[in-house]
């Protein structure tokens, strides 16, 4: 079973300040060793913190070194990697108006770019479950992704692996947490003047699968 675990960082809104939208997460068929990990992580950092330990660890509440952190001690784990999709406004050269659509679209090509890395099997009899961050989603557009994701895989690319999407309270599934912390420490890093130094620095494991949205490809 492969598993992909993702959530968002920045705005896609027309309006936004934000240049920069990630949206990114985890790849694995091995979570529950990467969960079991975490939770230890988690429990101590908000000792560290003084955050209670039934309140749900945000990425807004660590500062960069403790997100860096980590990054690199999950990517020690069998099995982990750290995936993204950097959309920067800027350079697409369209405005977007209907955001859920172009939400999805950017999913698939997160999705197309870890096909073609082979880091997702496509193979019959092979499955792929998509979690998401549902706080970050309109209810009437909880069920267009899939629908979007099967149409294009199984019918227009005829790929027969199978594809299913859900949708979890972060604060009742540590892996959409994961998630919240690599695609916010991503994003984070492409404030930066040297993120591509940084981006280096923390790919030591070669566990960094991360792509930038170009409209042509």
């Not at 698939?108 to 792929?128: E, P």
């Not at 972060?170 to 991503?186: F, G, L």
Request: glycine share 2%; proline share 1%; hydrophobic share 40%.
């Amino acid at each position: 079973m492969q598993y992909l675990f993702l959530d968002e960082s920045g705005n896609l809104h027309k309006n936004s300040p934000d240049r920069y939208f990630v949206i990114g997460g985890v790849y694995t068929h091995n979570y529950e060793d990467i969960k079991k990990s975490y939770v230890e992580i988690n429990r101590d950092i908000k000792e560290k913190i003084n955050l209670d330990f039934d309140e749900e660890l945000k990425a807004a509440y660590l500062n960069m070194e403790e997100k860096m952190d980590i990054v690199i001690k999950l990517q020690e784990i069998n099995g982990m990697y750290i995936v993204a999709i950097i959309v920067d406004k800027d350079k697409i050269g369209i405005k977007i108006d209907q955001i859920h659509l172009y939400y999805n679209f950017v999913i698939r090509k997160l999705l197309d770019y870890l096909i073609k890395s082979k880091l997702i099997n496509t193979n019959k009899g092979q499955s792929l479950q998509l979690h998401l961050d549902k706080t970050s989603m309109k209810i009437e557009d909880i069920n267009s992704l899939e629908m979007y994701l099967r149409t294009h895989y199984n019918i227009e690319k005829r790929l027969p692996f199978d594809i299913n999407v859900s949708y979890w309270d972060s604060r009742k599934n540590y892996m959409v947490q994961v998630a919240d912390i690599m695609v916010n420490t991503i994003w984070n890093i492409t404030q930066l003047n040297n993120r591509q130094r940084i981006f280096r620095h923390l790919n030591r494991k070669r566990k960094l699968k991360i792509t930038v949205l170009k409209m042509n490809n």
